[in-house]
Structures are given as structure tokens and as C-alpha cells.
């Protein structure tokens, strides 16, 4: 069995991102970061080049098991791994976990997981490897659970940060993790100077992820062990029925946050979160006002608006207006000012 594995998460519904996101065709099957491949497949490309196409999994949902596969064909179908319900990020590392155990009965524990995720532009690929080998060579040496840590550039109120400790090795210790903030506890945080953005992105021996488990959510570690014996068995329904009695919270709340030792990599290349339409205009140049347009569209006395236009027929036409965003589909048009674009997911309610 290989000794590193990696799981790109995508099992994500991209709501921020509507209506090109979709529940059928969600953000992590976009060509949002690049005209020439979706967002998963070139998380895909950015795993395989560190851990080989044969030892890179994609952890999602059933509803999107077969829209994975087909469209990430150089995977083996077995390297699709579909959650049977929705239980958020400790869900999704919970299944993962347990299939893994599953298969490897006797030799599960000193395997190497990277948790990547489908939704961020990173640049350039060959600092990414750099920081993701760094990551798991400590989460192996140091018996820690290892994220990747972002200095931000900005007091963003839409990103988790982590509070830094002192240097250890190519590592630091974290103190704790802190939820989204405001924008004046943001500024504060970028002001004290020893605060990261959370990028999402963890790593860890199985080992340890059972053993911070079993102190930190001993029912959970529970089911997960309960889990894999059932799929070791080949009993798929027992399996599922047990997963669904986990509880629906993110991994930064189930463990990140209670485990004994987290150590936090900072990265060294660019990163940024595709989480909505905003970000668009920090993935794509602007025009001479401040526009970014992708798609057809003209603009007059019009500034730093985002533009997005998913038909060939149609043609977006802006007059005097500042700060929107205005996306076009075959079967929807959203405008709503940028500073807005979080909420774009309530139409999905």
C-alpha cells in the first residue's frame, strides 16, 4: 500500500456561485481559475505531480459520485470515493479514514492522508509541492495534524485564521484557530503579525487522526472504526447506516480545534479561496477601469464591476454603474453589488 495517499475534497454545492454553480454541475466543475481546465481537475493534476495519479482520490457526495468520474477519466472509478450522506468536513475525512482502514486491515496506521480541496487558485504549482511535502514530513516526524497556513494581504472577514506559535521546525506550533471575524478583528489580526489564513488543507499519519479522534470525539472515532469493520466485510448498508449517525460539523470544530498537537506550514506560493463571484476579479486582469469581464460585454463610465456571461447570444452592457457583479446563464441573470456576493446563495433557499 502507498504510503501517502491524497483526497481532494468536492463534495461542495458552490451556492456562492450561482447559477453557473449548480447542484448538478457545482463550482468544482467550472473553468473558473483557468480557461483551459475545471477546478478539479487541475486539483487532480496538482496531487498527482506529489503523491502519483494512482494514490490521488476524490472524496465527494453520491449525488456527484458519477459526475466525478466522468469528469476526471485518468481516475480509476475506485479512486471515487462517495460519501452516502452529507455530515460536513468531518464526514467527508471520517469516510475517508474508515475506507482506507478497510482496506488495509493490518497496515492502515502509519498511512500518510494529504486533505486537499477542488475550489482554490494556487500559483505557482512548484511552491505548492514544496509546502504539501513540508506538510506531511512533519505530520510524520512531529505525530501532529498539519495544515497549511496563508499570510493574508488583506483584513478578509470571509476566511478562518489560525493564531501562530512558536517555530518548529520547518513548522509552527498553533495556538488556536479563530472563526471568520469582523472586519476590526481582522485588521487586528493582520496587525499583530502572527496570524494565517486557514486554507482548509490537512495533513496527517492515520495513526494520529484516530488517536485525537478517540479523545476528542470518542463517538465519532466510534462509528469510524464500526464503519470500517463493515466495509471490510463488504457490508456496504451497514456502513452507510452508520455513517449516518455522525454528527453534521466541520473538522476544524470536531478536532482541529481540541486536538493536542496542530502545527501549521506556511505557504509559499499564492493562494486564493474561489469562494464567490468577488474573487473573480483577484483571479483574472482588469481593464483599464477596474472592470473584469468574462464573456462578451462593453462598458461605459462603469467601474470595478464583475462580469460573467455564459451565452453565446447575450451581451452585458454597463452604464454608469460601479461595484456590481452581473452574471448571465441560459437560464438565470444575477446582478447584486459585489460587496454582496456572499449572499448570492440565498436564492438557493
Not at 506529489?50 to 481516475?75: D, F, M, R, W, Y
Not at 468531518?90 to 474508515?98: D, E, K, P, R
Not at 483574472?284 to 461605459?300: E, H, M, Q, T, W
Request: some cysteine; glycine content about 6%; overall charge negative.
Amino acid at each position: 500500500m502507498a504510503k501517502r495517499l491524497a483526497f481532494i475534497m468536492a463534495g461542495g454545492s458552490g451556492q456562492r456561485f450561482w447559477p453557473v454553480s449548480t447542484n448538478e454541475r457545482p463550482k468544482q466543475f467550472l473553468k473558473l481559475a483557468s480557461p483551459d481546465a475545471t477546478l478539479l481537475e487541475q486539483s487532480v493534476e496538482r496531487a498527482a505531480s506529489i503523491v502519483g495519479l494512482e494514490c490521488t482520490h476524490i472524496a465527494t457526495g453520491k449525488p456527484l459520485q458519477a459526475t466525478s468520474q466522468s469528469a476526471c477519466s485518468n481516475l480509476k472509478p475506485e479512486q471515487v470515493t462517495a460519501e452516502p450522506h452529507k455530515r460536513n468536513t468531518s464526514g467527508c475525512l471520517i469516510w475517508v479514514a474508515a475506507n482506507v482502514i478497510a482496506q488495509n486491515p493490518t497496515d492502515w496506521a502509519d498511512t500518510t492522508i494529504a486533505v486537499l480541496t477542488a475550489d482554490q487558485r494556487i500559483d505557482p504549482e512548484a511552491e505548492f509541492t514544496k509546502t504539501v511535502l513540508n506538510a506531511m514530513e512533519t505530520a510524520e516526524e512531529h505525530g501532529a495534524i498539519v495544515t497549511i497556513g496563508i499570510r493574508p494581504d488583506r483584513p478578509e472577514t470571509g476566511y478562518g485564521y489560525i493564531e501562530v506559535g512558536d517555530a518548529n521546525g520547518k513548522a509552527f506550533d498553533v495556538i488556536r484557530f479563530r472563526e471568520k471575524p469582523d472586519r476590526d478583528t481582522a485588521e487586528q489580526f493582520i496587525s499583530a503579525g502572527n496570524f494565517l489564513w486557514n486554507s482548509g488543507m490537512f495533513f496527517y499519519t492515520l495513526a494520529t487522526f484516530m488517536a485525537e479522534m478517540e479523545l476528542a470525539q470518542p463517538e465519532m472515532a466510534r462509528i469510524t472504526r464500526e464503519i470500517a469493520g463493515h466495509l471490510s466485510q463488504g457490508d456496504t448498508e451497514a456502513a452507510e447506516n452508520a455513517f449516518a449517525e455522525l454528527p453534521s460539523i466541520s473538522i476544524d470544530f470536531a478536532l482541529m480545534e481540541k486536538a493536542r498537537k496542530v502545527m501549521v506550514v506556511e505557504a509559499t506560493f499564492t493562494w486564493d479561496d474561489l469562494g464567490a463571484w468577488d474573487s473573480i476579479e483577484r483571479t483574472y486582469p482588469a481593464d483599464n477601469s477596474g472592470n473584469v469581464a468574462l464573456g462578451k460585454s462593453r462598458a461605459i463610465e462603469a467601474n470595478n464591476n464583475v462580469v460573467y456571461v455564459d451565452r453565446s447570444d447575450a451581451e452585458v452592457c454597463l452604464l454608469g454603474v460601479d461595484d456590481l457583479v452581473v452574471v448571465v446563464t441560459p437560464e438565470a441573470v444575477l446582478v447584486c453589488p459585489k460587496d454582496r456576493a456572499q449572499e448570492v446563495k440565498k436564492f438557493l433557499e
